[in-house]
């Protein structure tokens, strides 16, 4: 029986074979997280056919319908509106923040990363102070600032996110470069008369990736429950437009009528959250060969 | 030891006059004139140039940028943060009297933290990969993942609305009794101190799995102490010191979540105050309340460090 499996599994390709790959598979939760972020995300990005009404469309008539009434799956809101149908439009609001935030901070991180450590001395000195000046904000408290100062809209938000949380990928990726930069296969590169940044895009960074990949899928996780949080607040995506932070702030009047226009976006934030930790967990558990692993 | 301390505060000056730099800078260069910001945000007034130079001259904006910010930095060591554009009040004294809620909730929350994560932590780490360590994770996992705005609004609706036991916001006063006090305080610092004791087992349970493995939780057990005593005498204590450094940290993103935990429970605080006068487009506030948060912050991971290299004898003070 183990020579059939072992049979088996010297036709997979490569990949599969993979210890990575082998360790995620393992791991139930990662497949959870990974089947919950799938779904979610594939319905969000197959709005157009899978919300059953328009999201803005209003009817008077049909305030608060409960969950499960007259074809509204989840009802309707205090505008008739159908909360499935803007549950499905709203995710992609939080899609496209998660991707765009973790974009932004892990390019700026990467890149300065990469360069604090590669180059030292002076450069370093200077990065790392800076990465130290972000690390001194509390960072919710520095978005809103950073809100007041250029006002709300999703753009904003998202730059915002962005620009205040690169400096943990540029600390990560500085200390992996500290280690690789004496590695002989940089040194060898550098002997074959690579040029510097050669080395750091070719050679590095491809080495950083495992860690950047965990640090990411759960930034985009906290991206999103930030964004939600600011949408909350007034500060993110303004209504009509559906989001589901602002759902839940537009649902906060109404709790004694229609606690389900609270309860239903509230839990799609914490499935889209939940779902990305899940998975980056069990990421950090196949790709990081110094974490304890085997959690079966 | 007195050397350490007084490097570390020599250490913050570069860092506080960075800070101050970037609080200024986030709302003086970025595009837009606060003046008639806040004056197309009165409806009760219509903006001549005459009033507009006026008012540029009284917040000092039509001076250079950079002595703007001198100017902005010699206010802030007299303790001067400027003066609301919306109720007039000294932004310092507004912050001032906000504080005492602020404190109250952010403490009760990191008790209410610590008193969840460290026995959770603990169990989950002692009985490694059991059923009870995964629901351990799989709790912690959720309670990193609940959106707090979330949680607090669903306790409202389960114990102010439906069971109608606890009030649904605001603060309690002494004045009526701890009771009253306590009775307003337990949603909000449940709600904030959530999110915080889900980070908090997680690495407890780490750092304990580490402290386990060592040499001298073996010879403990070899020298034939009961296992309550190897883990809560000898392990707990060690594994205590890593959560205590990280406790700073966590700090901030407890008053990142006062902003939010502070508006829906409608409690006096600062955080309060820092949504409304963003709302109200209330500048000189909002750059004070952002001013505070961070300062609060800081001061407290210098605190932090200072204690850890007093409790750990083996950090070296350079």
Known sequence: MEQLETAQQTKLSPFRQSRGWQQFRRNRLATLGLVIVLILWGATLLAEYVATHDPYEMDLANPFLPIGSQGHLLGTDNFGRDVFSRI??????????????????????????????YYGGWIDLVIMRITDLFFAFPFFILAIGVIAALGPGLQNVMLVLGLVTWPEYARMVRAKTLALREEPFVESARAAGAKDLRIMFYHILPNCLGPVIVMATLGMANAILAAAGLSFLGMGVQPPEPEWGSMLNEARIYMRTAPHLIIIPGMIIMLAVLGLNFLGDGLRDALDPKMPTARQ | MGRYIVRRLLAMIPLLLGISFIVFALLNILPGDPVSIMLSSNPHITPDANTIAQLQAQYGLDKPLFAQYLIFLGNLFKGDMGTSMYTQQPVLTAIWERMPATAELAIAALIISVVIAIPVGVISAVRQYSWIDHLCLIGTLIGVSMPSFWLGLLLMLGFSLKLRWLPLS????????????????????????????????????????????????????????????????????????????????????????????????????????????????????????????????????????????????RIQYD
């Open chain 1, 88 to 117: 499905i439009w709203g995710g992609r609001a939080s899609l496209t923040v998660g991707i765009v935030v973790v974009g932004i901070s892990a390019s700026i991180g990467l890149i300065l990363g990469v360069i604090s450590g």
């Open chain 2, 170 to 313: 605001g603060m309690g006063y002494f004045s009526n009794g701890v009771g009253d006090v306590l009775r307003h305080l337990i949603m909000p610092a449940f709600t904030l101190g959530f999110g915080m004791a889900a980070l908090l087992a997680r690495l407890t349970r780490s750092s304990m799995l580490e402290v386990l493995g060592q040499d001298f939780v073996r010879t403990a057990r070899a020298k034939g102490l009961s296992e309550r005593a190897v883990i809560y005498r000898h392990a707990l204590r060690n594994g205590l010191i890593p959560i205590f450094t990280v406790l700073g940290v966590q700090f901030g993103y407890l008053l990142g979540g006062s902003v939010i935990v502070e508006t829906i429970f409608s409690w006096p605080g600062i955080g309060r105050l820092a949504v409304n006068s963003i709302m109200n487009r209330d500048l000189p506030m909002v750059q004070g309340t952002v001013l505070v948060f961070t300062l609060l912050f800081i001061l407290v991971n210098l605190g932090v460090d200072i204690l850890y290299a007093a409790i750990d004898p």
